[in-house]
């Protein structure tokens, strides 16, 4: 079942700071998070194991709530380069294939 | 850097066309995925493959078929192409383990297929 992402797009302007949601009606062994550019490919940002581990990117963090079957991601003074659509892949049982969100669509003006 | 490949950006087919996209990932990685990506759908899963000469459904397999004969290469084949298959392809590669989901996937570029 697909993860809910919320909100579905959100506007910025630089130094402002944006928190994107994802949840699911399952519970969740790791969720993972990806930024995609306008015409590039993802690109992997941060997973987060059951358990509390993270890996992941230095300047951006995330949360994931076990109990209650989510995870934010956290931007902080957003920048520019910081624009893009955002999915979250959720893992439901040990070793499973991820189930992508819908996406957010970030956009940081100057 | 691991690197993943796609034959092409941009591909033009016509209806009932027998359609092959193929994927190579330089990294000696198990897993191999194919995603298409429609707006406001997401990725979603068509099949994915944790070794050579075996394959896995996902969400939507309907329509497609893959093949993996070498570790390097997975091949993505429309048997017969229809409008509704028109959509950006996306293939990924990750290492495995065998009790969690805990390597990132690296994706291609893409390939925007266009059925006609």
């Known amino acids: 079942q697909q993860p809910v992402q919320s909100p579905q797009a959100v506007i910025l302007r630089e130094g402002e700071d944006a928190v994107i949601n994802c949840s699911s009606s399952?519970?969740?062994?790791?969720v993972h998070w990806y930024r995609q550019k306008h015409g590039e490919a993802p690109v992997f940002l941060m997973i987060l194991l059951k358990g509390g581990e993270q890996k992941g990117h230095d300047k951006i963090s995330a949360s994931f709530n076990e109990k209650k079957q989510q995870s934010s991601l956290y931007l902080t003074a957003s920048q520019l380069s910081y624009s893009g659509t955002y999915f979250c892949?959720?893992?439901?049982?040990?070793?499973?294939?991820?189930?992508f969100g819908k996406g957010t669509m970030l956009l940081v003006s100057p | 850097d691991v690197k993943v490949t796609q034959s092409s950006r941009y591909l033009v087919k016509r209806t009932g066309e027998k359609v092959f996209l193929e994927c190579v990932q330089d990294m000696d990685h198990e897993n191999m995925f194919w995603y298409r990506q429609d707006p406001g759908l997401g990725l979603r899963l068509i099949y994915f493959s944790y070794d050579v000469k075996m394959k896995e459904k996902g969400d939507i397999p309907e329509g497609y078929s893959v093949s993996r004969e070498k570790k390097e290469r997975f091949s993505l084949i429309l048997e017969s192409a229809s409008t509704n298959q028109t959509s950006m392809y996306l293939c990924?590669?990750?290492?495995?383990?065998?009790?969690?989901?805990?390597?990132?996937?690296?994706f291609g570029p893409g390939t925007r297929l266009t059925v006609t």
């Open positions: 990924a590669s990750s290492l495995a383990e065998l009790t969690s989901n805990r390597y990132e996937q690296y």
């Open positions: 399952k519970a969740l062994y790791s």
């Open positions: 892949g959720t893992e439901i049982r040990g070793y499973s294939t991820l189930t």
